[in-house]
């Protein structure tokens, strides 16, 4: 009896482990089969997506009422950005598809800029229509390979899964699946992409609209840093590489004497700080707003940045010790809204901790003088009536795409929230609305 | 003899137990409320889960790298090629590997909270990258083959 109870505890543990085992493999089958369904689903919503751009494509086409090209526009829009969100869904990130998403992308800027020409009472231009014309063509060529491919994927032949575990992080990436050859190939089909239209990109990928001046060493960009730290660099600053594309910087780094790294872009064209990144923590808050505005808007006089008044502000990390002072310039009479630089600083002793003027620089330049045509009572009389008015502002925004308008800040409220109305100051024309963020919203400047 | 039979029967018991165990031991989601500084904020989400996403792909690095981290999922819900918010960009297949291995769900230091408040507020001293990795354990070619940006502690920043 004493011998055989070991082989008893060994036969249950036997019986345990295939049981476990057992179980295991059958989560693991169902757990893959789910991450296959949602790849499916995906697929299957991308291959809807692409029938329904071709068809609207179609009628746009087909009709030259400017309120149904515009409705057919506007649900392009959704359906390019439905198929954007589909192929994000599959396990596709590092396969190359430019082809695919610059036809997508195409398709997007077409119906954006389209549908705002419709809405200011212009029809399409023969050249616009045309450009619809060959975007129907990629779209019909998209739909046919899809619905070739549709079977395949249907019926299980290519497998998701198996696409995703060769092109993962880890893998080379060389590795070609059934289905990766399929995509990639259907991809050669459409059309290379051309020329992409910058002026919807954020700051880094914009080119500034106006001449921030001639090209500067690395040398004139580090002599620049130097005077531009409120607290000198503890040893000389490092200059690492540039970064090229529409707006080329350089980027140097340096220690404070306080020992905390300090990262600086400098633009190679003018020689102008950019940003600049600090992570010092901060825990003790004694400077007030007040105190913490004035602070930004003297470092940025320092500068030789002038005529800067508040335009948000914000407190936090530990104890909202941190201040982000959001400013724009004025000059002559008009505010610059689109010329924005932000200021984060330590409010207890009121060091810069970060500046981030890109905006700035992207905007800013040298304007014809304009006259409005409106009286600001005019231009608050032209919102809705339901809106309560506190006060108005003249100055230049961006109105659409990049472009530029005169326009009157008219800021109002209704029930709990507040709101900026942007009437055009030329022609009365309400172009824009924006909510006033409370303050302690992030992310209102990431636009 | 009897003893090491013993001493077996007991190691593949407590083996056995130790593996029962197992899935109890599996990465959970956080389910703590949110910290009282976020909670006053609009845009929880955007902000809780992007500093997830920093302190997953970028716990040990120097604040810059957290805030460059923070940069390439917003350039990202910027771009037209990738989904249009925070979530569709976290989420997204083969995207980043702490939404897969479970790092993500760790505890977020405040750190990763101010890099990613940064981040939101414009600061990208990536300027425009759209991805990031680490060259010591990556051979994918689509990757490396991306034009790059800056390299900041451990990891290349690529558009």
Known sequence: MRRSWPILILGVALAGALIWGYTQNRQRTQLALRAENSYQQAFHRLEAMVVDLEDGLARALATQSPPLQRQLLTDLRVFSNGAVESIAGLPLLNVPMQRMDAFFNRVRDASDVYAFQLDHGQGLTPSQWSNLRELYGQAAILKNEMSALEPEVAHGNIRWTQAERVTHYSADGAAQTPLIQAVTRLDGKLQPPGEVGAENLPPPLQRPKGNLGPQVSEQTAISRVARFLDLPPQTAPQYERPIDGNFPLYVISAVKTNNVPVTLGVSQQGGHIIWMLDGRDVSRATLNKEQAVDRARQFLAKNDLHGFTERFYDEYGDAGAIALVSLVPERAGLTYFNEIINVRLARDNGEILGYDASQYWVNHMDRPAQTPRLTETEAAARISPNLRVSNVRLGVMDVFRGQEALVYKVRARLDGNEFDVFINALTGEEERVERVEVVGTPGQDAR | ?159
């Not at chain 2, 990465?27 to 302190?55: F, H, K, Y």
């Not at chain 2, 460059?68 to 037209?80: D, E, G, L």
């Open chain 2, 1 to 159: 003899m009897r003893r090491l039979r013993r001493i077996l029967a007991v190691g593949v018991l407590t083996g056995l137990l130790a593996l029962a165990a197992l899935p109890a031991l599996s990465v959970q989601p956080p389910l703590g409320p949110a910290t009282a500084e976020a909670q006053r904020r609009g845009d929880i989400n955007n902000l809780r889960l992007l500093s997830m996403v920093v302190c997953g792909e970028a716990r040990g690095e120097p604040y810059e790298g957290k805030v460059a981290v923070a940069s390439v999922i917003i350039n990202r819900v910027k771009s037209n090629k990738f989904p249009n918010s925070v979530a569709g960009v976290t989420y997204q297949p083969l995207a980043f590997e702490s939404a897969t291995n479970g790092e993500i769900y760790k505890a977020v230091t405040p750190e990763c909270t101010r890099a990613a408040r940064d981040a939101l507020n414009g600061w990208d001293p990536v300027w425009g990258a759209l991805y990031f990795f680490n060259p010591a354990k990556t051979k994918n070619k689509f990757i490396w083959g991306r034009p790059q940006v800056r390299r900041i502690g451990k990891h290349i920043f690529a558009r």
